[in-house]
């Protein structure tokens, strides 16, 4: 699913989408990124809950993703934003660079991209720039509004744009977002192997308009397959171009053209934004917004004294004891990901550009996988933990995207018995309480997970429990969440000691899975490559899938091959629940609200304490 959510702990929950702490009109990151894990923001469940069903189960359905607007909106006024984690947020504060959920919703405040999209995830022409495609589909024409202008009053330019371009086609761009959306542009595979100086298929036609032109027309192109994030080139322009992330520019006093603007930031920890009066959408109604990182253990306390007005995602294990919270209105929507096991199957090729898969990789018989699959009973997982707000996952497509997710594919189902029958016919005997290698030798299979709130070891280790039952020896190692996606290969460099792993994504508007899964997606952790899932992923974007008929039959091809290959499996599907003080106007949770950051305001100058 095009460019990258690193949701969403067990890796967006790898980051929660920006789309969650943004306005519901693209505002925010369309991409695919690395969320934290379930048990990054849970505290651990209670035995005191007591929903108000007779299965002790809530419902997603129950849940509106637009606040209800309770006053009159005062003049000004500043309000609090949690980012809920357990660690600092990375602090790679530009668009082009960034790969984590923490990061993402750090930028979501400041900046945004120039296209926008409707609840059905199709660009519109309502945003900072409209556009019009050719009629063979190849080539789109962009124009940028006239009064879109970075923070230091320049305006924002199509030189900007095609920047963004040159800089992550760069062979020595350092960031994850240079896959076949950029390799679909005319020019770009040239340009990025040192062949040519520029990028033939990208013309600046006059300060504010710029046309590109694909390689291929693919439905992608108007559901996430263009980028949309420009570069302010009069800043970045004379740097090079392996410097740019760790700048000071990026890193302490990053600049964008959205809402509010960066004050201050104290590194991991927060964030102070004062409103841009500039703001091409118009003066936003609030004077400023502090972002404070709070960690899931304190969730409860900080809403309920008024600390914090929103958060960007709460605990929904701890939901039943706080539905009453007095002070709060409860959001919530289907989140944009899904929480997964992936198996490490090869490293990356740096030089190459894309994924190696190993022979020989210790996870690389597809029956262990299918066994472990089988070993975990997620339904129960997401009805005891979770109270039925995260729920049974079956595919590699969520139920966020109701048009392609394949409901009638029911994954592979628990049965710990045939999980053991599965490692017996595949040569994986028990030797003592452990199985050993179909060759005989030991078998130790290295699980890391990420730390955060107090369920996140429980849960891991229900895994471990359940793969040891069946006579795996999986040995379980906590990780928190940047050490995390470093170890498995978010900066190109696989740690050999990780053999399996718990992790997260939220998922991009689009949903071609190739920002994912492709062999050239640096995301592609578990280093899986196929010749049908190439086929696969190629017809996904192929002229003929632009009928949405044969494009659903196409990935659900591949939902179901990737249910046969298990690089990885899906775990739990998940809501997102956004408590929202009840002094806040003009806030929604999703896509396609038509409220956006600018309209957010409060009804008084100190928030609603809860009633005890």
């Known amino acids: 699913m095009k460019r990258k959510r690193l949701f969403l702990p067990l890796i967006l929950a790898l980051m929660v989408m920006l789309a969650a702490c943004t306005s519901g009109g693209g505002n925010g990151n369309g991409g695919n990124d690395p969320a934290p894990s379930e ?45 809920v984690s357990d660690t600092p947020f990375e602090g790679t504060l530009n668009f082009n660079f960034y790969s984590g959920d923490p990061d993402s919703q750090v930028l979501g405040w400041f900046d945004e991209g120039l296209l926008t999209w409707d609840k059905n995830y199709v660009y519109t022409n309502d945003g900072a720039a409209t556009y019009e495609v050719s009629e063979d589909g190849r080539t789109f024409t962009f124009t940028i509004r006239d009064n879109v202008n970075w923070h230091d009053g320049k305006p924002v330019t199509a030189e900007d744009w095609l920047f963004a371009h040159e800089v992550i086609g760069d062979p020595k761009y350092d960031g994850p977002r240079y896959d076949s959306n950029f390799t679909n542009i005319v020019g770009m595979t040239e340009y990025h192997e040192g062949k040519a100086d520029t990028i033939s298929g990208i013309e600046v036609l006059n300060e504010k308009q710029l046309k590109i032109t694909y390689v291929q027309s693919t439905p992608s192109l108007l559901t996430g397959g263009v980028w949309s994030y420009p570069l302010a080139k009069h800043i970045f322009g004379n740097m090079p171009v392996d410097k740019i992330s760790s700048s000071p520019e990026v890193r302490e006093k990053p600049i964008g053209f ?28 609030l004077d400023e917004v502090v972002l404070k990182v709070i960690n899931p253990t304190t969730v409860i306390q900080q809403l309920e004294s008024g600390s914090v007005d929103l958060v960007d995602s709460f605990p929904v294990d701890q939901y039943p004891d706080n539905a009453d919270m007095s002070n709060v209105e409860f959001l919530g929507n289907i989140d944009r990901a899904y929480t997964y096991i992936g198996f490490k199957l090869g490293k990356w090729d740096a030089e190459a550009g894309k994924v190696a898969p190993d022979p020989n990789a210790k996870m690389g018989d597809v029956n262990l996988r299918k066994a472990m699959w089988h070993a975990v009973d997620n339904d129960q997982v997401g009805k005891r933990f979770y109270h039925g707000l995260r729920w049974n996952a079956t595919t590699l497509i969520p139920p966020s995207h109701p048009e392609y997710h394949d409901a009638s594919n029911p994954g592979l189902a628990y049965d710990p018995e045939l999980a053991k029958k599965i490692l017996d016919e595949a040569g994986y005997k028990l030797n003592g309480d452990y199985r050993t290698k179909p060759d005989g030798s030991e078998l130790v299979i290295h699980f890391i997970s990420m730390t955060g709130g107090d369920i996140a070891e429980p849960l891991a280790r229900y895994y471990v429990q359940s793969w040891q039952a069946i006579g795996l020896n999986v040995q379980l190692e906590m990780v928190e969440f940047n050490t995390f996606y470093d170890r498995v290969g978010a900066n190109g460099e696989d740690d050999p000691k990780v053999d399996v792993y718990q992790g997260a994504w939220g998922v991009g508007i689009d949903v071609d899975p190739a920002g994912l899964y492709g062999r050239d997606a640096i995301y592609n ?63 929604a949770i999703g896509d396609g609200t038509g409220i956006y950051l600018h309209q957010l305001a409060v009804s008084q100058d100190k928030p609603f304490v809860a009633e005890k």
């Open 525 to 587: 952790f578990p280093r899986y490559a196929s010749e049908e899932q190439d086929k696969l992923l190629a017809a996904g974007i192929s002229a003929e899938a632009f009928d949405v008929k044969k494009r659903q039959d196409i990935y659900k091809q591949w939902q179901q091959l990737m249910v046969e290959e298990i690089p990885v499996f899906p775990t739990l599907y998940r809501a997102v629940l956004a408590p929202v003080n009840k002094r806040v106007l003009n806030y």
């Open 39 to 83: 048990g990054e923001n849970s505290p651990a469940p209670t035995e005191s809950a007591k929903p108000p069903e007779d299965d002790g189960l809530y419902s997603i359905e129950d849940f509106s993703n637009v606040k209800k607007n309770e006053g009159e909106p005062i003049e000004g006024g500043s309000l609090t934003f949690g980012l």
């Open 258 to 285: 959205g809402p509010f603007k960066v004050e201050s930031i104290v590194p991991g920890e927060s964030v102070v934004y004062s409103k841009n009066t500039d703001y091409w959408r118009g003066e936003p109604a």
